[in-house]
């Protein structure tokens, strides 16, 4: 297996541009703070920005935990990667990387300067220290997942292809989060909020009463039983799947959490 690296200082953009950068270089898998990336697809390994301190994260992207190093190195077995681009913020620390991976030498370093401008380096840097913005290689639905609960939504291309100075076509999709150890603090939607969003969708159909929207919240997401009171008449099947999906689909346009299971009890029938 071919292995380059893909290097720059923390929050100059390397993510951002990591797909663009492993096509150019006939790279067909990425390592990235801690997952192993192929074709846009994540093969294995979580994400470091998940991790509770900068600390974890740390180690977590350096592959320090048997287990976590052990599962990455048998995707690349099993996906037959020929090459391989690490990112990483120095050369010591891909060096790191691919030694817990047990991949290399690395044969190739490209450098962020290399692929970008002082001023687009400057706008990723500011969108990183100001919003707290951490970019991920990756389609949305790939992480979702993982980042359950935390700040999340597809990527706004045409702003960031503007302020990075490039047209975008890079062949790959890309997610914002914001890394549990964020700086700027951590964010909480109340219970009653989850409430409020659910039965308001909810009776905006016809014929419609929401009793009461129970709510448990798992490391996947949020589980809803909701109790509702439909007008005699309708059909309870077809009724009951719209009010699952306006309720799902609003909690995670609303707040970015997961909806990953909303059931639903027709507990009695309105007869006008």
């Known amino acids: 297996m071919k292995t380059i690296a893909f290097v720059g200082p923390s929050g100059t953009g390397k993510s951002y541009r990591a797909t663009a950068v492993a096509r150019q270089n006939g790279a067909d898998g990425i390592i990235d703070d801690g997952i192993l990336i192929s074709h846009g697809k994540l093969l294995a390994g979580t994400s470091a920005k998940k991790e509770p301190t900068r600390i974890a994260s740390v180690k977590h992207a350096l592959f320090m935990g048997d287990s976590h190093a052990g599962e990455v190195k048998a995707a690349l077995r099993e996906n037959n990667i020929q090459c391989l681009m690490i990112l990483g913020t120095s050369d010591g620390?891909?060096?790191k990387i691919a030694a817990r991976l047990g991949v290399g030498p690395i044969e190739k370093i490209i450098r962020i300067e290399d692929v970008a401008t002082p001023e687009e380096m400057q706008t990723a840097k500011s969108m990183r220290l100001n919003q707290g913005q951490h970019v991920i290689p990756v389609p949305t639905f790939e992480i979702k997942h993982?980042?359950?609960g935390y700040?999340?939504?597809s990527l706004r291309m045409h702003r960031l292809r503007k302020a990075f100075g490039d047209s975008g076509d890079d062949g790959g999709s890309k997610s914002i989060v914001r890394p549990t150890f964020s700086y700027m603090g951590d964010f909480t939607i109340s219970d009653n909020v989850l409430k409020a969003i659910?039965?308001?969708?909810?009776?905006?159909?016809d014929g419609v009463k929401i009793a009461d929207i129970n709510i448990r919240k798992t490391n996947h997401g949020l589980h809803l039983d909701v109790s509702a009171t439909l007008d005699?008449?309708?059909d309870i099947r077809s009724v009951s799947h719209s009010?699952?999906?306006?309720i799902k689909n609003s909690i995670e346009q609303y707040t970015s959490l997961n909806a990953r299971r909303v059931h639903i009890y027709v507990k009695g029938l309105n007869i006008k």
């Open 93 to 95: 620390m891909v060096q």
């Open 146 to 148: 993982d980042f359950s």
């Open 151 to 153: 700040f999340l939504h």
């Open 198 to 205: 659910g039965k308001h969708e909810a009776e905006k159909l």
């Open 232 to 234: 005699y008449g309708l």
């Open 243 to 246: 009010i699952q999906r306006r």
